[in-house]
Structure formats: structure tokens, C-alpha cells
């Protein structure tokens, strides 16, 4: 199905974290188990759940597309950049070669690349709005998902408009070699504009974010956000395990380790997120808010003010 | 002359070590064996040539690890004068595996930053094989901006695995520190000159790695991945590292070619090693020039170019 449809198809819906015992009427879907409390679970009904476990909360990895729509103001958003993809300029092919890759990532995710962008209102508050898809080749960031960030970026400081970005990443596409660290660069680079141009920018790590990604736009937000037990770090878990040669601690590069270790400022259930950045955005976009509901917000002083 | 024999270069070895034997063969029995000698010379010549020139990227890489290629510390010792040494983040402490200092370099004063591998095993541990903590990062950073700060052009030498991909390092936070450097980089409101002189080993690397000017050692390279790790992530085996380190298209040649690296310093037949003087001499003179360009231009158009540059790199389609 192509985005739009999908769009579409999902336009109206009301997320809402259904309780444990709604069960009754699914639909049809396909049985999974829960990772974390072992329940089998129907795939449709965390379809209504934000892709949260009913049970024990677990979060489930959430498209791309279901992203920006459990966060955007109902009917609010509006895809930019819908066409820009990836093309193979190493001609990497090794073992299975990245044209094969890029193609049955695309025919999987109905996506073109492994990044949604947008416009739309979030709490009111004009933002564009960006989620990584981990099913798109592991969300890694190539060319044209640098590109895309690069300019949500743009297009955040152009319109001043609050940047949102929801990240998911196994890290740099090796596929594309020297291309796609320099995204890195060129994304923390945009990252850096926008934070002097006094745009805010927030962003939500999710499970997993690793690597190359980590180390680039998604650390450099002014507030950062994660959900609930997401993996997040620079190395991987397995890496570290082999150079350290022990078992890491329980808990390592959770959310919550994150924010003991002061790396993220908290941790937010899904549900919570939108209500949460709404908050958020009410301070640092006081631009957006009309005089008169500025409510308690203290006066800004300007120079000679005393008059 | 002892050194480490890369496995390609091997039977280059045995066939000089053949020779130097038969040389004091020679002279020990008086047995006037000039004849043979020259023979047996050229060939090592002739094999030399055949071993050295047009060097595989799995080869390359080889070079690029010589435990005697000339490091950080000797460009620093042969390239500049008075240098002063800088110390620690300020944030926890001072990581041996960056170097950071004021230095001069071809008559201007600098701030040079780079990853300091080791000499020796003892040197290593101390230096963590050249590959940085957040700290070492952060000390990076701590000079980049008083380079800004005071106007001096900022030079950086690039030798690294990668960042150091440990427990504590991940608790302090190594990819934030990777990520606001590369962010005060791109914005440094001077002239920034990087040198790839060995391994560039992903965001580590990249860390110090870019500015205004990337100039590559013939033998350096500069990937996204180890070849090793590739290997292992494709095939389950890291043994196969010669085939991806062709994939990923790491060499200086490459990366000239793909637009993110400007000029390549050629290196002596058979790696920097060989003949550290010449290449320090080559280096210097390209520094040297990088910064008589830059260090001319007026700074708000100089890192305007530097994010436009930045900004285009990609290979990608709009879309139908
Ligand atoms: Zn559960």
C-alpha cells in the first residue's frame, strides 16, 4: 500500500492503551508472544494500543508512519519529501547486494527510505515532524536518510517550526561506506544551525538506537526524551561484552540507565509522549502562544524596561 | 634492519634475507660471489616493485597498521615547534589517546589535535591503542574551541580504531561526545585541516576527522565500519575482511573520488615506514598550503562553504 493510502486508512483513528481485558471483539491478526511478560498477544489489538503489551507495558517497535500519527494533532500531518530514496553508489554486493536490500525493504514498508518527515501541529504548536522505521533496513542512516533529516532541519529553521524527531537506528548503512558516516557530519552540522538559529528540537530515542545515529543528531536535541526500557548506546551490547570479556550489567543502556547517568532528560511511556512534548513545547515555543495565554509565564524584561 | 613483516610483503622478505645472508656468505669465505649478488639484487628489486605498487585495499589497510608508521606524536615532533601540551576535559580527566597542544607548523601558530596510538605495548595501554573515551573526545572539543576562541587555525591528525567501545565509555557517554563534536566542527569559526594518516576508524574517527580539508596518506583509509566487523555482521566471519574492505571503498583513492577527501600525500614504496622523513616533509608542505588558502578567507564565508560542502554529500534520488 502506498503511504498515502496508508495515510489515509489511518486518518480518524483515536489511539487509546486499551486494558488487559478488552479482548473480546478482534480482529484478524496474527498471534505473537510478549517478550517481556510471555502473554500471547494479537498483533490487530496493538494495533490500539500504540503497540504497547496490555499486560505488562512492554513497547513494541511502531512504523514509522504509525509514529507520526500517534504524535501529530489529529488530521494535522502533512509528508514532505515523500519520494526521496536511497541509491546504491558503492555498488556494494556482498553476500546479498544492497539493491536487493533497498528493494525488498521498500516492497516490506510500503516507505521509501527508512525516515518519515513532515509538517503538523503537535499540543497546537506548529512542528515537523520525523520517525525512523526499523523494519526499513534496520532504519540505518545512508545517504538519503541524512538527507531527509538534513532537511527536517531546514525546513524546522526556515519556518520555525519546533523539530520532533523520532529515532530508531541500528546506525550507520555500511552499504553506502564513507557516504554514510559523513551523514553523521553533515546531520549534527544541520543540528548545530538550527540550535543557534534558537529553534527547539526534541528528540524521543527509542528501541533500538545504536551506533552512528546515536553519535550524531538525535544526542544533540535540548531535550531528549526515550521510552520506556529502549536500548540506546554507541556500542553494541555484544561488542562491549567481547572487548570487556564479562557479562554487562543488568539494565545497561536502557532509557532508565540513560537518565541515572544524566545522558537523557526522562523517560516517557508512549502514551505519554505527545501530551508530554505538548508540555514541553509550551515553554520553549512561547512564540506560538497567543499574549493572553501566556498565563504565569514570567514577563520578559527588555532593555529600559521600566517604564 | 628488523621490522615487522606485513603476510603480504613476505616473500619480499625471505628473498632479502636471502640475500644479506649471501652478501656475508660473500665476505666471510672470500668467495666472489658479485655476480650472484647482483642477480639476486635485482630481483628484489624487480619483486619489490611487484609487491608494493598498485596495493590491494586489504593491503592497504596492512600499511595503514604498521605497528612502525609514524604516529601523531612523531608528526608533532618532526612537523612543529614549540609545542605546548594540553590536559584533560575538565568534565573527569585526561585521556592518553588524544593528543592536544598549541603548536607551530610551516611558521603558524596552530592548535593541533590527534589520536595518539603508542610505540610500544606499554605506550598502548596507556594510550588504549589510540582509540579515545568520551574524555578524549571532550578534550578534542575543550581545543577546537579555544582554537575558535583565539583564532588559531586548528590542524588534526587522524589515527584511530574507533572510539573505544567499552562499559564505562558507554556510561559517560561516548556517542554525545562524538556527536558535539562533529556539531562544533562543522561550525568552528576557523580554519579547520584534517590528515588521515593512518586508521580512520568510523565515529571516532570522524570525531576530528573533517573541516575545510581533508588531506589522505596514500596508504591511510577512512571507513564507516572495520572490514573486519563487516565481515563478521555479513558473513559471520571476520576472516573475510579482504573482500569488504574492497566493498566498503575506504582507500584515499576512493575517498578522493567520492568527494569527501581532497588530496593525497604519496607515500614512499612500501608504506610511510619506510622513509618517515620524506613523508613528514610531504605532509608539512601540504598543511602548509591547505592553511595558506584558508587562512586568507574571511571566516563567515569560510564555514558557510564548509556546511554547503557538508551538506552535499549523498547519493539519492528525489523520488518519482
Ligand atoms: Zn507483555
Known sequence: ?307 | MSRFVMEFERPLAELEEKLVDLKALDLAAELHLGEEIAELEAEVEQLRVTVYQALSPWERVQVARHPERPKTQDYVAALCSEVFELHGDRLYGDDEAIFAGLATIAGRRCMVIGHRKGKNTKENIRRNFGSPHPEGLRKARRAMLMAEKFGLPLVTFVDTQGAHPGLEAEERGQGWAIAENLATLAALRVPVVAVGIGEGGSGGALAIGFGDRLIMLENAYYSVISPEACASILYKDSSRAPETSACLQMTADDLVRLGIADEIVPEPLGGAHRDAAAVFARVESAIASALDTLCGQELGGLVEKRFVRLSSIGVFTEGE
Open chain 1, 1 to 307: 500500500m502506498p503511504i498515502s493510502d496508508w495515510f489515509k486508512a489511518r486518518e480518524g483513528r483515536r489511539y487509546t492503551v486499551a486494558s488487559a481485558d478488552k479482548s473480546a471483539d478482534l480482529p484478524d491478526g496474527v498471534w505473537l508472544k510478549c517478550p517481556s511478560c510471555k502473554h500471547t498477544l494479537y498483533q490487530g489489538a496493538l494495533e490500539n494500543t500504540l503497540q504497547v503489551c496490555p499486560h505488562c507495558t512492554h513497547h513494541f517497535d511502531m512504523s514509522a508512519p504509525d509514529r507520526v500519527l500517534s504524535l501529530a494533532d489529529e488530521g494535522t500531518f502533512e509528508e514532505t519529501e515523500a519520494g526521496l530514496s536511497s541509491l546504491d553508489p558503492l555498488r556494494f554486493s556482498a553476500k546479498k547486494s544492497y539493491a536487493q536490500s533497498l528493494a525488498s525493504a521498500k516492497e516490506k514498508t510500503g516507505l521509501a527510505e527508512a525516515v518519515v518527515t513532515g509538517r503538523a501541529l503537535l499540543g497546537g504548536h506548529p512542528v515537523v515532524l520525523g520517525a525512523m522505521d526499523f523494519r526499513f533496513i534496520g532504519a540505518s542512516m545512508g545517504s538519503a536518510v541524512g538527507e531527509k533529516i538534513a532537511r527536517a532541519f531546514a525546513l524546522a529553521q526556515a519556518e520555525d517550526r519546533a523539530l520532533i524527531l523520532a529515532v530508531a537506528s541500528g546506525g550507520a548503512r555500511m552499504q553506502e561506506g564513507m557516504l554514510s558516516l559523513m551523514q553523521m557530519a553533515k546531520t549534527s552540522a544541520a543540528a548545530e544551525r538550527l540550535s543557534r538559529a534558537g529553534v527547539p528540537y526534541i528528540s524521543i530515542l527509542t528501541n533500538p538506537t545504536y551506533g552512528g545515529v546515536t553519535a550524531s543528531f538525535p544526542v544533540l536535541a535540548d531535550v531528549i526524551l526515550a521510552e520506556p526500557g529502549a536500548l540506546i548506546g554507541f556500542t553494541g551490547p555484544r561488542v562491549i561484552e567481547q572487548t570487556i570479556r564479562q557479562s554487562l550489567p543488568k539494565g545497561f543502556q536502557t532509557a532508565e540507565f540513560l537518565v541515572q547517568h544524566g545522558m537523557i532528560d526522562e523517560v516517557v511511556a508512549r502514551g505519554d509522549l505527545r501530551e508530554s512534548i505538548a508540555r514541553v513545547l509550551d515553554y520553549l515555543c512561547l512564540g506560538d502562544v497567543p499574549d493572553a495565554a501566556l498565563g504565569a509565564a514570567c514577563p520578559i524584561l527588555t532593555e529600559g524596561g521600566d517604564e
